[in-house]
DNA sequence: AAATAACATGAATAAACACTCATGTCAACA
DNA sequence: TGTTGACATGAGTGTTTATTCATGTTATTT
């Protein structure tokens, strides 16, 4: 028979992982301790290890819902867009937006790198993958130019992800929409005049 | 009297950054320990603190060698150039020929966001700024488009950078050139037919 | 009410690691 | 040749920290 959850701490699990996210964020991986996650959490140290296995557990669950959030947020974004470049620029818009809201991403997901080089290409790879097949189809469609779509999506991923890290999350800048207006025109015509 | 330099250990510092360099690399900054570095170039422990005052201490002096590699780097590169979207390519090249050679930078230049954030902002900062001015200037000359010089920058960082880190150095793709003319597409023309 | 098992605790453990320091070595100069 | 001081050593120190575990506590079932 399955047990009913019980009621003794409501959500602990849920708190651990908010409180992760907030501690990786603030301190990162490896300067954030089990302790301060267990504080911040408000239950003892022996807790945490009820839920994880390890710090790296964690780690690796946090970094997947992240995944799951931005993919998302992403397809919700663009599933109205009437062509590929609306498309493009609802799903920057969108990126944009969310990182605006939730600037612990790229401490969580970019850290990845030093704890673990697999799990930064994993994670990439597989934006990568998916959005080189969408802008196959778009080119077959001809709404996109002749370009190795492997490559693009890096310089898509790329653009993105640089921009928000400088301009949203270190220099705090608030007007996305300018931001996305600048990322289109390079997208739209180049850069040359 | 200025002493000559005694031929004890020769170039003791110098191996103790490079082996720093590689085992950064390997480890990280937090993986990597004194230890790990001490080893590597082939001295005592304590000797790491003759020449330098922390770890920390000498990943700052790596860091501001880094930048200034790629900045002679690119610079050499592009002297000769005839025109701004030569420029581009030249330093486009340039810097991916770079990575391939020494493919520890992203380790050491990103895991600074970890470290002090102040560190990652700085570095980054720096080249945006030069590289902002660099295409006002080529506004000027009616060369490159009217797009706000700041963001342009934070995007030809962005692609550079995140297209050399994944398709370089964890892919492991070797034919810069063909990045190259892929990336110049999307900055020529953009990618929209 | 007793039994059960999930949930929770936090002190204890063991390993890792940055950094120190007392001691040693060697090249240059008086 | 003896003195000097830079260069080098590596065992030791103190701290931090991930993980464990013996001991509670509470909700549910019998």
């Given at each position: 028979m399955v047990r009913p959850k019980t009621q003794r701490g409501i959500d602990?699990?849920?708190r651990i992982i908010r409180a992760a996210a907030n501690v990786f964020y603030q301190k990162?991986?490896?300067?954030?301790?089990?302790s301060d996650i267990a504080n911040e959490a408000g239950v003892a140290n022996g807790t945490f290890y009820i839920?994880?296995?390890s710090k790296l557990d964690l780690y690796k669950y946090l970094l997947s819902e992240y995944g799951k959030r931005i993919r998302a947020n992403s397809s919700i974004a663009i599933q109205n867009a009437a062509n590929r470049k609306e498309a493009e620029r609802l799903g920057i818009k969108s990126f944009f937006e969310y990182v605006l809201k939730d600037q612990s991403i790229f401490n969580?997901?970019?850290?990845?790198?030093y704890i673990d080089k697999n799990l930064f290409d994993e994670f990439y790879?597989?934006?990568?993958?998916?959005?080189?097949?969408?802008?196959?189809?778009a080119q077959k469609k001809g709404e996109v130019s002749n370009i190795d779509p492997k490559v693009l999506s890096y310089v898509l991923i790329g653009i993105t992800n640089f921009v928000a890290l400088n301009s949203i999350v270190l220099k705090q800048e608030k007007n996305t929409t300018h931001i996305v207006n600048e990322v289109m025109k390079v997208l739209e015509n180049g850069m040359f005049e």
């Amino acid at each position: 028979m399955v047990r009913p959850k019980t009621q003794r701490g409501i959500d602990t699990k849920e708190r651990i992982i908010r409180a992760a996210a907030n501690v990786f964020y603030q301190k990162g991986y490896y300067g954030g301790s089990i302790s301060d996650i267990a504080n911040e959490a408000g239950v003892a140290n022996g807790t945490f290890y009820i839920y994880f296995d390890s710090k790296l557990d964690l780690y690796k669950y946090l970094l997947s819902e992240y995944g799951k959030r931005i993919r998302a947020n992403s397809s919700i974004a663009i599933q109205n867009a009437a062509n590929r470049k609306e498309a493009e620029r609802l799903g920057i818009k969108s990126f944009f937006e969310y990182v605006l809201k939730d600037q612990s991403i790229f401490n969580i997901i970019w850290e990845s790198l030093y704890i673990d080089k697999n799990l930064f290409d994993e994670f990439y790879s597989t934006f990568a993958e998916s959005y080189a097949q969408q802008l196959k189809k778009a080119q077959k469609k001809g709404e996109v130019s002749n370009i190795d779509p492997k490559v693009l999506s890096y310089v898509l991923i790329g653009i993105t992800n640089f921009v928000a890290l400088n301009s949203i999350v270190l220099k705090q800048e608030k007007n996305t929409t300018h931001i996305v207006n600048e990322v289109m025109k390079v997208l739209e015509n180049g850069m040359f005049e």
